[in-house]
């Protein structure tokens, strides 16, 4: 941008306006999700806390921080079902466990303390991100005007018809990681199986409707444009169902989702929970997951998908757009796009 700007080089600023424009969305998406995981900061830190690859965050919260191998990664036994190789060991509470192994009653208190402060910090954290990603934000959008001031509109809009249908090879994309996503949906015996299947079927459909829209663009044909449009509006009207049972599953699934011990274990299992014990087992089981964790991620994610969907939108709308403006030049016998 600033070489462009120093050159007063179109190329190099158009580059950079759509670079811009490429970026917003994912920006925007990870903002999103940054406000959103400190809902959930504190069940990802529970779960993640014994793992090998938290042994120095653990070195950093535990105090001492001498224990950040042994009391410090008491096991959750006192929120969940006791496994059987506990029960074999005489282990029905983290006291036992604590005693135990070290002849000591303070485990649970030492790795409760040290979670908290995880949390503490990792909220600063959370604020620190948001704030640097809003100034991003605005700085993104200043940028925006400014290229548009120095580009002029006219210049822009003959650029959007080249751009704009491979612009649409990122909705294709998150489609696609929306099935993959997903997929383990299609597995578990509850009412949303079909959520991967849309993903799906939206990301077939792109894929087919993208060499029509450079196709006719290319060839000047109103009809073919014409059903590139409404293909594209069809897409949209998908991924604004997506995005409104996205959100709304959000809420509902921590609501009126009552799963039982079994379902709420084999979500656990295919989403691969880290911390889960029994998954291979048969059935899978995975007492370490609480159902209000289980769910808790479930909205995360639906609300995830919802704002996905919702920036998938905005592009195939700039295309919407675009194929609009092309088919009234074209009904005034005149391009300004050749």
Known sequence: GMRGAHLVSLELLLTYFWAIIVLIAPLLLGLFAVFNFSFYSRIWYKHQWSTPNFYYVRRLFCNPSSTANTKCVAPLYDQY??????????????????????????????????????????????????IIGISSLILMVFAIYISVEILTAPVITQSMLEISNYLLLIPICTCVGQTVGFW??????????????????????????????????????????????????MIIGALAVATTVGWTLATLVKVDFSPGRDTIDEIACNKELPGCSGCDENPPTCPEWSTDDVTTLLSLDFRLTGMVSALSVLYLAGALIVGALVDNSLANYKSDFV
């Open 184 to 233: 383990y949906v299609g597995k578990l015996a509850i009412q949303y199986t079909w959520i991967p299947s849309l993903y799906l079927a939206t990301a077939v459909a792109q894929v087919c409707v993208l060499p029509l829209g450079i196709y006719a663009g290319r060839m000047k044909s109103r009809m073919l444009l014409r059903a590139y449009m409404a293909l594209v509006l």
């Open 81 to 130: 079902s006791v496994l059987n190789d506990d029960i074999a060991a005489g282990f029905n509470s983290t006291t036992t466990w604590c005693l135990y192994l070290y002849n000591a009653t303070d485990c649970t208190q030492i790795r409760d303390d040290a979670i908290n402060l995880a949390v503490s910090w990792g909220t600063v954290l959370i604020l620190a991100n948001t």
